[in-house]
């Protein structure tokens, strides 16, 4: 078991053991990256706050103890690097979960994170860009081709993506430009934007029929509403409240196969630790809905 006073402690270290890459059915990948974020920072700090506040999560979330599955926590991925090595370094964390049809529960960090995830995912095996699809939840629809030049950007990633071909169902988004309603037609990118799903409250999706049976799932956290996680870098009113998250997730994760998420845009504020512990909660819901459901 890791020392507690690491900066990066296994997850649910007060409870469990460090489980092994082969046998753990979920693989917690720290990746604080932080690069090209536009508005407010913090975001490198996200892993380490989630991680320490894991140790404060009980093993039973509520209908069964996921942790019982195994967790291993990967060590936090180098970010110290360029951003073209970042990728390349969040990809073969990500393909060691992936060669052991494993499930990488990545940590962000910003959102270009998910690049580099979905390219380890596609170097495994696991999967290939025909039968994989990707959903979001995000504020931002992040299909910019680049930003201020960029595009490794954290607002261009989705644009990465669908770039390789891949299907994209986005939620709860309500910040975006016509660039990016532009890129939605022409890769038919499937939404329910943040104006319907919040105030018809809609709760579950129905995924198209020709959608990719294994779907990564994106949620930035920047998609829920700031009332529930101020500590994002750029929140934006109007959000997706916490069981209606957890809901929209769980209806996909009934329709397929989930071989993978992550939680990107979490940027602690200091002395306000119930966001670290509500992110922490909300990365083990999720373990919770994926092993229930496959
Ligand atoms: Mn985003």
Same mark, same amino acid.
């Not at 596609?122 to 504020?139: K, W």
């Not at 998420?261 to 940027?267: N, Q, S, Y």
């Given at each position: 078991m890791?020392?507690?006073?690491?900066?990066?402690?296994?997850?649910?270290?007060?409870?469990?053991?460090?489980?092994?890459?082969?046998?753990?059915?979920f693989?917690?990948?720290?990746?604080?990256?932080?690069?090209?974020?536009?508005?407010?920072?913090?975001?490198?700090l996200?892993?380490?706050?989630?991680?320490?506040?894991?140790?404060?999560?009980?093993?039973?979330?509520?209908?069964?103890?996921?942790?019982?599955?195994?967790?291993?926590t990967?060590?936090?991925?180098?970010?110290?690097?360029? $951003? +073209?090595?970042?990728?390349? %370094?969040?990809?073969?964390?990500?393909? =060691?979960? #992936?060669?052991?049809?494993?499930?990488?529960?990545?940590?962000?960090?910003?959102?270009?994170?998910?690049?580099?995830?979905?390219?380890?995912?596609?170097?495994?095996?696991?999967?290939?860009?025909?039968?994989?699809?990707?959903?979001?939840?995000?504020?931002?629809?992040?299909?910019?081709?680049?930003?201020?030049?960029?595009?490794?950007?954290?607002?261009?990633?989705?644009?990465?993506?669908?770039?390789?071909?891949?299907?994209?169902?986005?939620?709860?988004?309500?910040?975006?430009?016509?660039e990016?309603?532009?890129?939605?037609?022409?890769?038919?990118?499937?939404?329910?934007?943040?104006?319907d799903?919040?105030?018809?409250n809609?709760?579950?999706?129905?995924? $198209? +029929?020709?959608?990719?049976? %294994?779907?990564?799932?994106?949620?930035? =956290?920047? #998609?829920?509403?700031?009332?529930?996680?101020?500590?994002?870098?750029?929140?934006?009113?109007?959000?997706?409240?916490?069981?209606?998250?957890?809901?929209?997730?769980?209806?996909?994760?009934?329709?397929?196969?989930?071989?993978?998420?992550?939680?990107?845009e979490?940027?602690?504020?200091?002395?306000?630790?119930?966001?670290?512990?509500?992110?922490?909660?909300?990365?083990?819901?999720?373990m919770?809905?994926?092993?229930?459901?496959?």
């Amino acid at each position: 078991m890791d020392e507690f006073d690491s900066e990066y402690p296994i997850f649910l270290g007060s409870e469990i053991a460090q489980g092994k890459p082969e046998d753990a059915l979920f693989h917690v990948i720290p990746v604080p990256y932080e690069a090209s974020v536009s508005y407010g920072g913090g975001t490198s700090l996200g892993p380490s706050a989630i991680l320490k506040a894991s140790w404060q999560l009980e093993e039973w979330d509520g209908k069964s103890k996921p942790c019982e599955q195994g967790i291993y926590t990967h060590p936090v991925v180098d970010c110290s690097v360029s $951003p +073209e090595q970042v990728i390349e %370094n969040i990809a073969a964390a990500t393909k =060691i979960a #992936g060669d052991f049809a494993k499930i990488p529960v990545v940590l962000g960090g910003e959102h270009t994170v998910t690049y580099g995830v979905i390219k380890g995912l596609l170097e495994s095996g696991v999967v290939n860009v025909n039968d994989i699809g990707i959903v979001q939840i995000d504020a931002h629809a992040d299909l910019r081709d680049a930003y201020e030049g960029d595009k490794l950007s954290h607002a261009s990633v989705m644009k990465r993506i669908v770039d390789l071909g891949i299907p994209l169902f986005q939620l709860g988004i309500r910040a975006f430009c016509e660039e990016e309603v532009e890129t939605r037609k022409a890769a038919n990118v499937h939404f329910i934007d943040a104006d319907d799903l919040v105030p018809n409250n809609i709760n579950e999706i129905t995924l $198209p +029929e020709d959608f990719p049976k %294994n779907v990564f799932f994106t949620l930035d =956290i920047d #998609g829920m509403d700031p009332s529930v996680f101020p500590s994002t870098g750029t929140p934006v009113p109007g959000g997706l409240s916490w069981y209606q998250t957890l809901s929209l997730f769980e209806s996909v994760a009934k329709q397929r196969n989930i071989i993978g998420f992550d939680i990107m845009e979490f940027a602690p504020i200091n002395g306000f630790h119930a966001y670290d512990f509500a992110a922490s909660f909300l990365t083990y819901k999720m373990m919770g809905i994926v092993e229930r459901n496959r």
